[in-house]
């Protein structure tokens, strides 16, 4: 289980935060197989009132589809909870850590890339050269050149 915490807003630029965490909490979930909770800050309208400089600031900081977005993803990239708006609040969900299993069963770390016609792996035991020459009937190694 991963948790991740977020801030209640990002710059202006760029993706707002409830859609970075989605992706980025899809993504952990998808490569470490496990849930991830994204849990993203919300704004009162104190915080608001005390942050806001310009007009323009007023209309971004009361956006709120730019602030929220916490979430649960499970470890296949679904959401299986939220996510929430950008209210404050709680999200409740019942595990079942055998999906994290599964996930990395599915994944098959060794199955479809065990293929010695593809992919190979050497390990090189001498000292590394920086120009190797090859394709000829002995290999023909010069150092230094």
Known sequence: MLAV???NRFPKRGMSCPERALVVGRALALMSKAFVVN???TMTEEMREMLVYTE???AVLWDDQATGGSCIVGPGGQVVAGPMGAEEGVLVFEADLTECVAEKVRHDFAGHYDRPDVFQLRVSTSAPEIYV???TATS???EGR
């Open 133 to 135: 020459r090859e394709g």
């Open 56 to 58: 323009e600031d007023r």
């Open 140 to 142: 023909e190694r010069t």
């Open 39 to 41: 849990a993203c800050g």
């Open 5 to 7: 915490s977020w801030p």
